[in-house]
């Protein structure tokens, strides 16, 4: 038999047959990597939310007073006519806390700006109770009640604190305080008829913790 005919008898060689299945094989790879990226599906979902509204801290004095921020109150009940010297005369003042934030607050006192008295004159203290009012006769010796927030200091020229620790105030929370105002016993003559204004004021932080 011619070699010829025993080739077409036995058919292709192995190694024939697998030279056109790796061509074919390099083809697709060839194909597959000219493309960057596989083109998934995708979808967004897009939220638009309600206005973000920012609350306050106010601190609010008797019935609506010194309402917003810095307000000045003129609370004028706070005064004393014809005060002689050993005499003092309680008032009452009432802080709230009208915001929705827990808060803690201070106090400071200082001459007004009316102001003709000496250095060593006019005595002031703050307490977290309610005024006695009780005596009106000479010398009147007007009392609070509850407990004294600082030490009784004569009214400086700058501001001083009269509150020792600060105060706590929940939201909604309120609390009565008495001012103690008089005129030191050892007053001079020269404060004979003097006149003077006081400026309080009452700062409040909001805490957090």
């Not at 056109?20 to 979902?45: I, N």
């Not at 973000?52 to 004028?76: I, S």
Request: proline letters at 6%; glycine letters at 12%; hydrophobic letters at 40%.
């Amino acid at each position: 038999m011619s070699p010829a005919a025993r080739r077409a008898v036995d058919g292709p060689r192995p190694s024939q047959l697998w030279k056109p299945v790796l061509a074919l094989a390099l083809a697709v790879l060839l194909g597959m990597t000219g493309y960057t990226s596989w083109a998934y599906w995708q979808d967004t979902a897009e939220v638009r939310t309600g206005s973000f509204t920012a609350g306050g801290l106010d601190l609010q004095l008797d019935t609506g007073g010194a309402v917003g921020l810095g307000t000045e109150y003129p609370k004028t009940s706070i005064a004393a006519d014809d005060l002689l010297p050993g005499e003092t005369l309680a008032h009452s003042l009432t802080v709230h806390n009208v915001s929705s934030a827990a808060a803690t607050y201070g106090a400071t006192v200082q001459r007004g700006s009316t102001w003709g008295y000496d250095g060593s004159s006019i005595t002031f203290r703050l307490f977290a109770g309610s005024p006695d009012t009780s005596d009106t006769s000479y010398p009147r010796q007007q009392t609070c009640s509850g407990s004294p927030l600082g030490a009784q200091t004569f009214v400086p020229a700058s501001a001083t604190s009269v509150i020792g620790t600060p105060r706590a105030l929940a939201p909604g929370g309120s609390e009565a305080l008495c001012v103690l105002v008089g005129l030191d016993a050892a007053s001079a003559d020269v404060n004979q008829g003097a006149q003077g204004t006081l400026t309080l004021v009452l700062t409040a932080t909001q805490a957090v913790g």
